[in-house]
Structures are given as C-alpha cells and as structure tokens.
C-alpha cells in the first residue's frame, strides 16, 4: 500500500464531510432511470420528476440512514 497513491489530508477530510441535500439530488439525479429495473425504475423516474415535492423528505431521509 506504501507504493498506490495516497490520499492529501484536504481529500481525506472532504471524505467525512457531512453529505449535503444537494449531493442526495445531484445523486438521485445521476441515475440512468433506464438502467433501474423494475419498480426502481418507475420510482426513480417519478422521483426525478417529483423532486420540487419530495425532495426534502428524501434527502432528510438518506442523510439520516448516514453514518455521522
């Protein structure tokens, strides 16, 4: 591991950030709806489309599921 690339103090300090809510919809927002199979797939499509609605509430929601 001495001789693989090594991670500066700043990059290992933007790793234990906290997430923000606009990571959780620039993430959700990456994701290929085309990609997802099945209901997934119908649910992300929706939630791209309903974000102004449930945006908030789905990035409260995976933002506690994180490890702080």
Known sequence: ???GPILSR???LQLIE??????VQVALQDIDSQKAPGVMGIMESSSKKT????GEEV??????????
């Open 51 to 54: 974000w102004s609605i449930i």
């Open 10 to 12: 700043d990059q290992q």
């Open 59 to 68: 990035s409260n929601e995976v933002i506690k599921l994180l490890p702080i």
């Open 18 to 23: 906290p997430i923000t809510r606009a990571e």
């Open 1 to 3: 591991m001495t001789n």
